[in-house]
């Protein structure tokens, strides 16, 4: 197999890096695999594909919706998707957990549904609880702990649907079977982009430090083009972009994380272990 590409995608937290003895470490942001949502990112925007010639760049959220018989309870109350929460306990929150996180969850304090083959199999507040193959773990935290005898006990039929949304919370009817994303976005539509702040993004080197920067863009005959440049602020990537002609353009993790790969060889090495990529290989 030949004309085989990797890039780097999303964020994560270099704190979380540092504690970890230098392993890569959970995501920031939205992946999505195979139609499976691997994790949950809500700023920024991502780059998501249902075919290589038909991708797209656009601020996605996500909202679940979890289902429990004739009870469903609104989205923002599943605050994560396989993300271990900082500090939950206090806090009014659902974290969702499938087999893309791992085969067990091993969280403190609250309240853990275990639910396999779309059936409650058990509920406890052991601080571990494995993953079934075929199914998922929900951890409840805060006043939401009294959901797991009222509404999600043994036997209970549970599931969750997903809902796409744009960052005004309007449904968004193109679901992408591949995402990733990070951001912030910097051209859109033709034009470029310089509301960071907006688009969640706060830190210096976003807003306004030089820095080593990698982008991904769409050209109008939706083919891809890939930049990296060192020392460069944000805004003068998504100049450069536009040059290169990218009627949408989305900023990637930069830094020590960027990175491009190239059938075997790396043309752009990244100074540190990475924990996703997007992978962009020929149609079988």
């Not at 959970?26 to 809500?42: F, K, N, R, S």
Request: glycine letters at 12%.
């Amino acid at each position: 197999m030949t004309d085989r590409l990797a890039i780097t995608g999303g964020f994560f937290n270099p704190r979380d890096y540092a504690r970890s003895n230098r392993l890569p470490t959970e995501p920031w942001v939205t992946l999505i695999a195979d139609g499976e949502v691997i994790h949950m990112g809500q700023f920024g925007g991502v780059i998501g594909f249902r075919e290589l010639y038909r991708s797209r760049i656009e601020p996605l959220r996500l909202r679940v919706v979890l289902e429990a018989g004739e009870m469903h309870l609104p989205g923002g109350w599943v605050q994560g998707v396989n993300h271990t929460p900082q500090n939950p306990e206090g806090n009014d929150g659902i974290y969702l957990f499938t087999r893309a996180y791992g085969s067990r969850v091993d969280l403190a304090g609250g309240r853990k549904v275990v639910v396999r083959d779309g059936v409650v199999v058990d509920v406890t507040e052991a601080r571990a609880a494995a993953i079934p193959e075929d199914g998922f773990v929900m951890a409840l935290y805060g006043s939401l702990q009294r959901l797991a005898d009222a509404n999600f006990g043994l036997g209970q039929r549970v599931g969750y649907r997903l809902h796409f949304e744009d960052a005004n919370g309007c449904p968004v009817a193109w679901n992408p079977l591949t995402a990733v994303g990070a951001g912030p976005i910097l051209v859109d539509n033709g034009h470029i982009r310089t509301d960071y702040a907006e688009q969640g993004f706060f830190e210096p080197r976003i807003l306004n430090q030089p820095a080593r920067r990698l982008a991904i863009g769409i050209l109008p005959d939706r083919s891809l083009v890939i930049a990296a440049g060192d020392g460069i602020r944000t805004v003068e990537m998504a100049e450069a972009m536009k040059r290169l002609g990218a009627r949408w353009a989305l900023n990637l993790d930069g830094g020590a994380s960027a990175g491009i790969w190239y059938d075997g060889e790396y043309l752009l090495r990244p100074g540190r272990e990475l924990n996703h990529a997007l992978l962009l290989v020929p149609a079988p």
